[in-house]
C-alpha cells in the first residue's frame, strides 16, 4: 500500500492578507514566478502523491483556472522561440491528477477536510495546509511511510519556543522521539494555554490521515475559536489506535500573512538558479550589506 492522495484545503478567505487576496486567492500568490499552490503540488508529487484535492470555495475560481488548458498561450509561446515554458505551461494539472471538492461555508479545518471524503475514498491520504511552504518532500515523504508501517494516522511536527504553542495543534508524546524523529502521540490538543500545554511539539500542516477519520469528523462539535477542529477528530483517533508524529526542524515558511511571505520569496529568490545572482546584488543595494 502506498499514500496516493492529497487533499489541499483551500476555501479560506485569506483575510491576514487583504487587499491582495480580495481578488487573488492567496493560493496564487507568487513565490517568485510560481503561485505558492504549486510549490505545494511540488512537494507532495516528490513524496509519491499522484491525486491532489483541492478544497475549494465557489468564490475562487481562479485556482481552476490554472489548472484549465491554455491553448493560446502554449501557441504564443512556441511561435516566440519558448518551447520550454511551452511544454511547462502544458504539464500544468497533466503531470498529476488534480480533482475540486468545494466548501461552501468556512466552518473550520475539520469541516474543509471532511468536504474530500467522497473524491478521497476509502485509503489513507495526506492533508497540506497550503499557507505553509516546507521547502522539500522529505518530511511528507517520511509520515507516508510511518502511516503504511503503523497503519494509523501521523502529523508533522515541529519544535517551538513555549510561548508560541498556543497558536497551534500541540500533541501530548508518549517516550521519546526516536533516532528518525518519530514519536507516539497519546492525546493532541488544539490552541491550549501555553500553561496547559502537554508539550512544546506543534502539529504544523502536513497531516497523513486513516480514512477512519471521516467518520470521527462527521460527529465533530465546534471546538477552538467555534470551528470544527481537525485536531478534535485526531484526538479521537489517537485514543483509538497508533497514531504518530513525526518531528523535523523544517524552516517552514508561513506565506498566508505578508512577513511570512517575504521571507519565502526573499530567502528562495537568493538560492535561485535564474534570478539568485542578480537580486543577490540588489538586495546588497538596498540593504547596504557588502557580505550578503
Ligand atoms: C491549523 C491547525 C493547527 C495547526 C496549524 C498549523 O491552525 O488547526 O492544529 O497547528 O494549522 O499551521 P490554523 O493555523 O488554521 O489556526
Not at 521519546?176 to 500553561?195: C, F, Q, S, T
Amino acid at each position: 500500500m502506498r499514500v496516493t492522495t492529497a487533499v489541499i484545503p483551500a476555501a479560506g478567505l485569506g483575510t491576514r492578507f487583504l487587499p491582495a487576496t480580495k481578488a487573488v486567492p492567496k493560493e496564487l500568490l507568487p513565490i517568485i514566478d510560481v503561485p505558492a499552490l504549486q510549490l505545494i503540488i511540488d512537494e507532495a508529487v516528490g513524496a509519491g502523491i499522484e491525486h491532489i484535492v483541492i478544497v475549494n470555495s465557489r468564490n475562487k475560481p481562479a485556482i481552476e483556472a490554472y489548472f484549465a488548458d491554455a491553448p493560446e498561450i502554449i501557441e504564443k509561446l512556441i511561435a516566440s522561440g519558448r518551447p520550454e515554458m511551452a511544454e511547462r505551461m502544458r504539464a500544468l494539472g497533466r503531470d498529476v491528477r488534480v480533482s475540486f471538492a468545494y466548501q461552501h461555508a468556512a466552518l473550520g479545518l475539520g469541516h474543509a477536510v471532511g468536504c474530500a471524503r467522497d473524491v478521497v475514498g476509502h485509503e489513507p491520504f495526506a492533508v497540506m495546509l497550503p499557507d505553509e511552504l516546507m521547502g522539500s518532500s522529505e518530511l511528507l515523504g517520511v509520515m507516508c511511510d510511518v502511516c503504511v508501517s503503523s497503519g494509523g494516522s501521523v502529523v508533522g511536527l515541529k519544535r517551538v519556543p513555549r510561548d508560541e504553542v498556543g497558536a497551534y495543534g500541540v500533541i501530548d508524546p508518549i517516550g521519546d522521539i526516536n533516532a528518525d524523529g518519530v514519536v507516539a502521540v497519546r492525546d493532541l490538543v488544539e490552541k491550549p494555554a501555553v500553561a496547559d500545554a502537554p508539550s512544546d511539539l506543534i502539529i504544523i500542516g502536513r497531516y497523513v490521515l486513516t480514512p477512519d477519520v471521516f467518520t470521527a469528523i462527521e460527529h465533530l462539535k465546534p471546538g477552538a475559536g467555534g470551528e470544527l477542529q481537525l485536531t478534535d477528530a485526531l484526538r479521537v483517533q489517537a485514543g483509538s489506535g497508533p497514531f504518530h508524529g513525526v518531528l523535523r526542524d523544517v524552516r517552514r515558511y508561513d506565506t498566508g500573512n505578508p512577513v511570512g511571505w517575504l521571507s519565502a520569496v526573499v530567502e528562495l529568490a537568493l538560492d535561485h538558479p535564474q534570478y539568485g545572482p542578480a537580486f543577490r546584488t540588489e538586495l546588497r543595494r538596498v540593504i547596504g550589506e557588502p557580505n550578503l
